[in-house]
Nanobody, 126 residues
Framework: QLQVVESGGGLVQAGESLRLSCALYGDTLDYYSVGWFRQAPGKEREGVSCISSTGTFTYYTDSAKGRFTISRDSAKNTVYLEMNALEPEDTGVYYC???????????????????WGQGTQVTVSS
């Protein structure tokens, strides 16, 4: 069974940055597309960004585009989400998920990813 473990969350002030990590255990990262999702208090979980298993395709939601960067390091079996210029609206629990891709050249943000992490809290103060 693949395990997905997020880390790197914390409390930051608006305008600051955080780097989240998503480590995969039990299988090779290159077999999966990986997505980042978040859930703000009182709201439904939403997609943030994803990266294809090849690492050649990335996708960002409008709120993340231009501020966040997703990347993967196959040697470390880890995906990162660099979050810059954080806003209070970015506050929430961030989840990493891995999915056996239907198309290895791309990724999509949907709730049916095969494996999910436990989440890491990101809090952005004003």
């Amino acid at each position: 069974q693949l395990q997905v473990v997020e880390s790197g969350g914390g409390l930051v002030q608006a305008g600051e940055s955080l780097r989240l990590s998503c480590a995969l255990y039990g299988d090779t990262l290159d077999y999966y597309s990986v997505g980042w999702f978040r859930q703000a208090p009182g709201k439904e979980r939403e997609g943030v960004s994803c990266i294809s298993s090849t690492g050649t395709f990335t996708y960002y939601t409008d709120s993340a585009k231009g501020r966040f960067t997703i990347s993967r390091d196959s040697a470390k079996n880890t995906v990162y989400l660099e979050m810059n210029a954080l806003e209070p609206e970015d506050t929430g629990v961030y989840y990493c998920a891995a999915d056996s891709p239907e198309l290895y050249r791309s990724c999509i943000l949907y709730m049916g990813y095969d494996y999910w992490g436990q989440g890491t809290q990101v809090t952005v103060s004003s």
